[in-house]
């Protein structure tokens, strides 16, 4: 689940036309189609995900002879909204998908157009790439690619006595941190928890299928979860961080946990950089020293390219599109998935997928953003692996699983016997029945 949009509020479905002029390949394109071009894609929460102007604005420097025209969609409802308009011949030129686990649909409906020519074109420093290819055709590329860290306060640190996290620390020793953050914290008179753990299944679930060797979400067998699940529990049930309970009947914001220091550390998706940077030059967030490490290791033979998880955000071309503006829309996709693309989006805090030299300056530029050597190692060196591996069946066992993970969190059913039932489920309901 792309759990960032989460945070972001819901708008009315609506057309904002936004005269905005983006490139696609100079005169020649206008040549082609006879004319200016206009392409219209999807998008969500404009007011508040700036993300989709700063491509367009970005594209629109190079030719202002293609104009792009935002198509709005309700955040939460979005695929849902975007699928009944595909089907009714409406949808956009082009469209963002929102969450990987649903791009198999698109896909398998025949409302994608192949850009494997856009996808050869990009080289090897896009993250996620290989996510939207399908019996060796790709049909989306990702503009943007979140990975998983632990947001760390200094500031809580120091006052614990603690020493703060490194590039190559394991799972025992974030153990061992948490346990030394909770003595020390309580010694130094302070109400702060030494960790946020939020509601999301993601955030058990997606390091332990990420990390652990072997582990397939369509096997049926979820006993890789365990460890990951006991540790949680661990956690919860010392009082290092606020219980599952309590969290999901208070409605907790990870936001204001972390941001208005009532935690120490919080593992979390690297969007969250960009929030708490606006959030603490806002004042909805509280003055103090972070930074971010690498999710936790197995053990240290990946201490080099810590192991992690995180969808792309894809972009796609309608399979129903005039011809007169294929071209067009390629050299979009070709921007916003390149470097062009990529060093826009680093430069207002957003962690693209393209990942190069310029890109990473212009990120550590942005006012606010730790600049420290471990958050620099962080942002540089990781293997994310994605929540949803692309299949027809995983949004039916992610289902599954989100209810086997409310069940172990809130105490409900004991974690093997949660997760044999859910493996006993997936096999009935999805895996057997395909």
Request: net charge negative.
């Amino acid at each position: 689940m792309r759990h960032r949009h989460a945070r972001r509020t819901a708008l009315a479905v609506a057309v904002t036309a936004l005269t905005l002029t983006a490139t696609a390949c100079g005169a020649d394109e206008a040549a082609d189609s006879g004319g200016p071009v206009t392409l219209t894609m999807s998008a969500w929460s404009l007011n508040s995900t700036p993300e989709f102007q700063k491509l367009a604005d970005g594209f629109h420097q190079r030719n202002p002879d293609v104009k792009v025209e935002f198509k709005e969609y309700d955040a939460t409802n979005y695929d849902t909204q975007l699928t009944a308009d595909l089907a009714a011949g409406s949808g956009p030129d082009v469209f963002a998908h929102k969450t990987l686990k649903n791009f198999i649909t698109y896909q398998a409906g025949e409302q994608l157009l192949d850009v494997s020519d856009v996808a050869d074109g990009l080289g090897d420093k896009v993250n996620g790439l290989g996510n939207y290819k399908v019996d060796g055709v790709t049909y989306s590329v990702p503009y943007r690619q979140d990975s998983w860290y632990v947001f760390y306060n200094k500031d809580l640190f120091a006052a614990a006595g603690v020493t703060p996290p490194t590039e190559a620390w394991t799972w025992a020793e974030y153990e061992r941190t948490v346990a030394d953050l909770s003595a020390g914290l309580k010694t130094a008179g302070s109400p702060a928890k030494a960790a946020y753990q939020h509601v999301w299944q993601s955030t058990v679930q997606g390091l332990a299928l990420a990390q652990t060797p072997g582990a397939d979400l369509n096997s049926g067998d979820y006993g890789y979860y365990a460890p990951y699940y006991q540790r949680a529990l661990k956690q919860q049930e010392s009082g290092a961080q606020v219980d599952y309970g309590t969290a999901t009947t208070n409605t907790l914001q990870y936001q204001a946990q972390f941001g208005t220091q009532q935690a120490a550390t919080m593992l979390m998706g690297s969007w969250y950089v960009a929030t708490l940077v606006a959030q603490q030059k806002s004042g909805a967030a509280q003055s103090f020293k972070w930074g971010f490490a690498p999710a936790p290791q197995r053990d240290a033979s990946t201490k080099d390219k810590p192991v992690t998880f995180g969808d792309p955000t894809g972009l796609g071309i309608n399979a129903a599109i005039d011809e007169n503006k294929v071209k067009a829309a390629k050299e979009f996709l070709s921007y916003v998935a390149g470097e062009g693309g990529a060093t826009a989006l680093a430069s207002i805090g957003i962690t693209p997928a393209a990942l190069t030299e310029q890109v990473a300056k212009a990120y550590f530029e942005v006012q606010g953003v730790p600049t420290d050597e471990l958050s620099l190692f962080t942002f540089n060196n990781h293997d994310t692996r994605p929540e949803n591996p692309v299949s027809p069946q995983t949004a039916a066992l992610q289902n599954i699983l989100q209810e086997t993970h409310s069940a172990i969190m809130s105490g409900s059913t004991p974690v093997d016997e949660a997760l044999a039932k859910a493996g006993a489920r997936a096999r009935s309901e999805v895996l057997e029945s395909k």
